[in-house]
């Protein structure tokens, strides 16, 4: 007869407040942007509209390595509006040194359309190859539309400055 495991109350309870600190902590970014579109909605100038790719696992996050994308989630980014509009679906990029020059252009190849890529981490070799590629690397581990907008903001800035 098999003995049940142990249950160790205290460290479930733990989990659950770690993952229940995330998920307001999370609300609370999704609340702020909001409240960001709506002062930003009075607003009347052209908008620059640009596509950016984005590396995630899910949960509204920006939260996967360059390298194990399997697929790139893309948005468009307004300044003011994030909004989801396809993915592409890619090779991943770290296969431990084989197929990896075809695999980068393919990956390029598929987000070339885009102004940036927003990745949890990313390599130095495929961070150079993006740059020459005129795509923008972002590093960040934060939520989507966070990201997208900081982003969306430097680029307009850069691009009229």
């Known amino acids: 007869m098999e003995e049940a495991p142990e249950y160790d109350l205290a460290n479930r309870q733990q989990v659950q407040e770690g993952i229940e600190k995330f998920r307001a902590e999370l609300k609370a970014a999704k609340e702020q942007i909001t409240l960001d579109k709506a002062s930003n909605a009075g607003a009347v100038k052209e908008r620059t509209k640009v596509l950016v790719a984005v590396a995630t696992k899910g949960g509204g996050l920006v939260n996967q390595h360059f390298g194990h994308a399997k697929e790139f989630q893309v ?21 431990g040194g084989y197929g990896e020059k075809a ?28 740059h020459n590629a005129g795509i923008k690397v972002v590093e960040s581990y934060d939520v989507i539309e966070k990201v997208a907008l900081e982003f969306h903001q430097e680029f307009t800035q850069e691009s009229h400055g």
Not at 77 to 88: A, C, F, I, L, P
Not at 104 to 118: G, H, P, Q, R, T
Request: aromatic share 6%.
């Open 75 to 95: 948005y468009e980014v307004d300044g003011s509006e994030v909004k989801y509009v396809g993915h592409r679906k890619v090779d991943h990029f770290c296969q």
């Open 103 to 130: 695999t980068m252009d393919n990956i390029i190849e598929a987000i070339s359309d885009c102004k940036a890529v927003l990745v949890s981490k990313i390599g130095e070799s495929p961070k150079e190859k993006l």
